[in-house]
């Protein structure tokens, strides 16, 4: 399949290449830790009629720069969210650790859809009817939260109030 390679210069300095296919809305795929770009060709060109698909070499993954001696997910999250920046994308599919990669970005950026394809988690799914009927009513803030907390990635923050979350996260989204 034939692609066209870009690349994005992350906030540390790191090339990160990406292949790019199709058109249409912008949609990024982030491939899982132990694959790389060309193992989702199959599905990139599957999309690329309705999409302007944006399939990444991770961090240490074909001609992208290296991970780094300062490497952490943190990186991963901004070599993302550069990407996006660049291509205005506003659609993000991830798979394995890119899931994990994909729902951290999401809590920090604007997008239209996420999709996560195995993301290695273990965790109740008791919060999963309210994140629906959240998301019928068009909540999207409440149904950030109810993910936010139904993941338990806030640590601390976490303990907080849904009312307080939530105005503090619309607040930080009308940024």
Request: with cysteine; glycine share 8%.
């Amino acid at each position: 399949m034939k692609t066209k390679i870009e690349s994005v210069t992350s906030k540390d300095g790191t090339t990160i290449n990406y292949h790019v296919l199709g058109h249409g809305p912008g949609l990024v795929i982030l491939s899982g830790a132990n694959s790389a770009s060309q193992h989702y060709y199959p599905l990139a060109s599957y999309l690329s009629d309705q999409f302007t698909v944006y399939v990444v070499d991770r961090r240490g993954r074909n001609d992208s720069g290296p991970q780094g001696e300062e490497y952490s997910l943190t990186k991963e999250f901004e070599d993302v969210i550069a990407l996006l920046d660049k291509t205005q994308a506003s659609f993000l599919f991830g798979h394995s650790s890119g899931a994990i990669i994909t729902l951290n970005v999401a809590c920090q950026y604007p997008l239209a859809k996420i999709a996560l394809y195995e993301p290695p988690l273990y965790f109740s799914t008791a919060w999963l009817p309210d994140f629906e009927r959240l998301l019928e009513k068009k909540d999207d803030v409440g149904a950030l939260i109810t993910v936010f907390k139904g993941l338990q990635l806030g640590g601390k923050l976490g303990l907080l109030p849904n009312p307080i979350l939530k105005l503090m996260l619309t607040k930080f989204l009308s940024m």
